[in-house]
């Protein structure tokens, strides 16, 4: 199992354009939660999807944020028209329901966003 | 609200002493606690959680309600160990989703 997959690592963008982040789950889990961990922060939440829903997206900005998990393919986190304060790191983590307290979330190695 | 405190952002020990990460939290309700490291160049791993009471790679943590604290303890720190360390809880109000700490770094010198 090769574990939850992010690309970009590294993804540079210029003020005003999109970064679209992807997310490949680890196999078998249905669970995908994003985390935003901006310079000197730790992780903060952002949202948890199951295939083709939202769950929970209280931690999501209300503007230009978007995320999407379809049946098929990988979940994607969408910043549209990006500014400097979205240069951080985000990381993806996928888990499988085990019906025992919270699942275990397994992290990604994040994508690294910077904005100039 | 849930939050999760890490008071001390830098720790370092020196081989095979005792070390000790604080962990605080505030949440109304029984949490869950977890201990997560990442070590250099390397991605974010559960080395703990309370509900499974084990001791891995030597550390331990309890989980203080009356304190609301889990600190993350070792008795003979290794070299191996410096990583960075976050705490973080998942609530049942707030589903599955972690609050994690600000994190600490830990050193242990030779």
């Known amino acids: 199992n090769a574990g939850v997959m992010q690309n970009p690592r590294h993804l540079v963008r210029r003020r005003g354009q999109e970064a679209r982040l992807r997310c490949s789950p680890m196999k078998g889990h249905s669970h995908v939660y994003w985390y935003r961990q901006l310079p000197e922060e730790g992780l903060k939440f952002m949202v948890y999807?199951?295939?083709?829903?939202?769950?929970?997206e209280s931690g999501m900005p209300k503007e230009r944020f978007s995320a999407e998990f379809p049946k098929e393919g990988p979940s994607i986190l969408r910043i549209q028209q990006v500014v400097r304060g979205d240069s951080a790191a985000y990381f993806c983590?996928?888990?499988?329901?085990?019906?025992?307290?919270?699942?275990?979330?397994?992290f990604g190695p994040g994508t690294r966003l910077t904005v100039l | 609200a849930q939050r999760v405190t890490q008071p001390e952002k830098l720790l370092s020990v020196f081989k095979g002493a005792p070390v000790e990460l604080k962990c605080n939290y505030s949440?109304?309700?029984?949490?869950?606690l977890f201990w997560y490291v990442q070590y250099s160049r390397q991605r974010l791993q559960l080395l703990l959680r309370?509900?499974s009471r084990e001791s891995i790679k030597g550390f331990t943590a309890d989980l203080n309600k009356g304190e609301t604290s889990f600190h993350l303890k070792k008795p003979f720190a290794q070299e191996e160990d410096s990583a960075m360390y976050y705490c973080a809880l998942s609530g049942y109000t707030s589903g599955s989703r972690l609050t994690f700490g600000e994190g600490t770094q830990l050193t242990v010198n030779p």
């Open positions: 309370h509900i």
């Open positions: 949440y109304s309700g029984s949490p869950e």
């Open positions: 983590a996928s888990s499988r329901p085990s019906g025992e307290g919270t699942d275990t979330q397994y």
């Open positions: 999807l199951q295939k083709e829903n939202i769950i929970d």
